[in-house]
């Protein structure tokens, strides 16, 4: 697979994603795991476990025509603000006027906080933060 090619299927009009219980949390709409499930480039790409998929997401969420779609990926690759995308699944537009424009800013400081941290769970598909 091709990073840069997968990473063209990124876009607010084609990703599609649910969200769904993840069984830690008591609360039927909080907790919830975001799970990609179409384009098939952006599914495979969610389960590759290449870090630098990471970094190519944020200068995403400057984009946006793009952003929506990378702040989902982001979400169900680290579930990090998985909260966030579930309360706007709805309404990109709302997200992006609410916490859209500054999520490039959030994400790339935990990015660089977290890069030399991060692990691949691939029974989970999804990056932890090594202890």
């Known amino acids: 697979m091709d990073l840069k090619d997968s990473l063209t299927s990124v876009r607010?009009?084609?990703?599609?994603?649910?969200t769904t219980s993840s069984g830690d949390s008591p609360f039927t709409t909080l907790g919830r795991r975001v799970v990609i499930v179409g384009p098939p480039e952006v599914v495979e790409l969610s389960r590759t476990g290449d870090v630098r998929i990471l970094d190519e997401l944020v200068a995403l969420l400057r984009d946006r025509d793009r952003a929506w779609a990378a702040m989902v990926l982001l979400a169900a690759l680290t579930r990090r603000e998985e909260d966030v995308v579930n309360a706007f699944a709805t309404s990109?537009?709302?997200?992006?006027?609410?916490?859209?424009?500054?999520a490039c800013y959030r994400w790339s400081e935990w990015l660089t906080e977290t890069r030399g941290k991060l692990t691949w769970d691939a029974k989970n598909r999804?990056?932890?933060?090594?202890?």
């Open 12 to 18: 607010n009009d084609r990703i599609k994603f649910v």
């Open 92 to 102: 990109q537009e709302k997200w992006w006027e609410s916490v859209g424009k500054t």
């Open 126 to 131: 999804v990056f932890v933060e090594a202890r």
